[in-house]
Structures are given as structure tokens and as C-alpha cells.
């Protein structure tokens, strides 16, 4: 296998420890670091949680994409907001969004807003799903009739799936048809160019069917999903050879993925929880390249 050549500016150079390393000696790397994660514990640290608490794959559906859709910023902050929601909810968040009606509903989660979703985003998004189980039964039902076995990755099919959303009145909510910024911040979409971090997180937990994940939609391949890429990826990305891109988008996210299937072509998204995991504890970092656990002073190789 050929090796990650380097392909960033001069300036970024000093940083990079990857350039005289092989795709072999990063999927080995990459494979241990997987390999000695700690999955159980993962569960409780992370969103996935809330679609774990449930039995029924409509309810793992329905309350996946609402924490989804709210994990940004810091976790101790998001999941009290996503427990309070599914609380009020009752025992079945599919029943429960099925039913949903602003008139009857709106006193349950009167008060409750997440930075840059106010109380009537909340409801909004909720009246999207609603609207959306109404007419297509289930998100995977939705997500599907735009999917094509033909199809690169799951962008064109999460497209769809945002636009049959957008296509909600939200006039019940708002008293007009419109879309706030703290609306469609919930719901992003590649057509927008943004990486859509969460929407491909959820993904991850829908399709891919080892590890943590549920793996309760089937027949799409793990190696269309795209990665959920933040902040800790993305230079991580760039500091393995991964991506040569600087913006953070839709973009970046499926270079890193088709860079990862260069690893592993059947599951290249195995590779994000030993990824991510090594940015959010600041292992690797860009002031501490000499300390870095995967290509640096003391590492593996």
C-alpha cells in the first residue's frame, strides 16, 4: 500500500509527523487504538446513550436523531435538555412524535431552549418529525426513497431526508411558514455545504452494526456512511495526511472517509471513535506533536 504522502502549505509542516510513515503503519496504529477502546464505557459518556435506553427500533429511531440533532457544545450541557425532552415524552418517543400536536403539546416543553434553538425551534423540529412519520412512517422510510445502491456515500440520501423536513409548514409554530436560523441549525444539510457532524453521527448509529452502534436500518453499506467530523478530526485529519483540505465541510468530511477505506474499505468509520478520541483528550494536538501517541516520541512504531 502506497504511503499517506503529506500535501499541506509549508507552514503547516512542523506539525506533521505522518509524511515517512506507510497506510500500514497508520491502520495498525489506528487499529489498536480501536481495538482497546473502551465501547461499554463509552455509552454512558455519549449521546448514543438516549437511543440505547429504549427497546423498540422506532423508539431507538425517533429518540437517536432528536439527541443527534442536539449534541453540540459541551455534553454536560446537551444531555439534561435531550433527558428533559425524551421525559416528557413518555415511554415511547415514536408514539409520542406520531401524536404530536403544537396545540396539545407546546405546554409540555414550555421553557425549554438549547443555545441557538428557542423554545418554538424545538417545537418546530418536533413538528417536522411529526410531519414526517405522518407521511412516510419512519426516518428510514424517508432517508431510503432518496437512497440509491448506485450512490458514492449517504450524502444525496441525507439531502433528501433534510429537504423532506424543510417542506414542513411551520405555521402552527411561528404563525407564518419560516425557517429560523435556530431551526435549520438543527437540521443541516450537505446542499448547504455544511459537514453535518450530527446528522452523520446518527447515521453511524442507524447503519453500522458493531461496536456501539445499533445497526437497525439495513441494507446500506457501512462504507457509505460518512464520518462526523468536529473540530478534533478534522486536525487530526490534516496532521495524519488524511485530508488536504482547511475548511471545515461536507467536503473534508468525505475526503477523511475515502482516505479511511484506504485502511478499512468495509467499515472506514471503525476508525472514528479512536480518532475522535484522541482529539477530545487533547492527546493530539498541534503544540504537542513530540508528545503524540500515534506517530510521535514514545509512540507504537
Not at 504522502?5 to 487499529?31: C, H, M, P, S, W
Not at 453540540?72 to 433527558?83: H, I, W
Not at 413538528?127 to 458514492?152: C, N, P, Q, R, W
Amino acid at each position: 500500500m502506497p504511503p499517506l504522502e503529506y500535501a499541506g502549505g509549508q507552514e503547516n509542516r512542523v506539525y506533521f509527523t505522518v509524511a515517512y510513515k506507510t497506510a500500514f503503519d497508520l491502520k495498525r496504529i489506528l487499529g489498536k487504538f480501536y481495538n482497546d477502546f473502551d465501547f461499554t464505557g463509552a455509552i454512558v459518556r455519549d449521546p448514543i446513550a438516549f437511543p440505547h435506553a429504549y427497546r423498540r427500533s422506532e423508539d431507538k429511531e425517533i429518540a437517536g436523531f432528536i439527541a443527534a440533532a442536539f449534541a453540540y457544545g459541551n455534553v454536560n450541557l446537551f444531555k439534561p435538555v435531550v433527558g428533559t425532552m425524551l421525559s416528557r415524552m413518555g415511554e415511547s418517543p415514536f408514539g409520542f412524535i406520531r401524536n404530536f400536536s403544537v396545540k396539545r403539546h407546546r405546554r409540555l416543553f414550555l421553557g425549554i431552549k438549547y443555545r441557538f434553538n428557542e423554545n418554538d425551534d424545538i417545537i418546530a423540529f418536533f413538528l417536522m418529525l411529526h410531519e414526517l412519520i405522518k407521511k412516510h412512517g419512519s426516518i428510514e422510510t424517508a432517508f431510503k426513497k432518496h437512497y440509491d445502491a448506485g450512490d458514492v456515500d449517504i450524502g444525496k440520501a441525507l439531502s433528501g431526508l433534510i429537504a423532506i423536513l424543510i417542506e414542513t409548514d411551520t405555521s402552527p409554530v411561528y404563525g407564518s411558514d419560516i425557517k429560523p436560523s435556530g431551526l435549520l441549525q438543527l437540521i443541516p444539510s450537505p446542499i448547504r455545504g455544511s459537514a453535518c457532524k450530527r446528522m452523520n453521527l446518527y447515521l453511524r448509529w442507524m447503519i453500522r452494526d458493531t461496536d456501539i452502534d445499533l445497526g437497525i436500518w439495513k441494507g446500506i453499506p457501512k462504507n457509505k456512511l460518512v464520518i462526523p467530523l468536529d473540530t478534533h478530526i478534522a486536525r487530526i485529519g490534516r496532521c495524519l495526511g488524511l485530508t488536504t483540505r482547511s475548511s471545515q465541510d461536507w467536503k473534508m468530511a468525505v475526503e477523511i472517509t475515502e482516505s479511511l477505506k484506504k485502511l478499512d474499505f468495509e467499515d472506514p468509520l471503525k476508525y472514528d471513535f479512536a480518532l475522535c478520541h484522541q482529539g477530545i483528550s487533547k492527546v493530539c494536538s498541534t503544540k504537542k506533536c513530540e508528545h503524540c501517541r500515534l506517530f510521535g516520541k514514545g509512540s507504537a512504531l
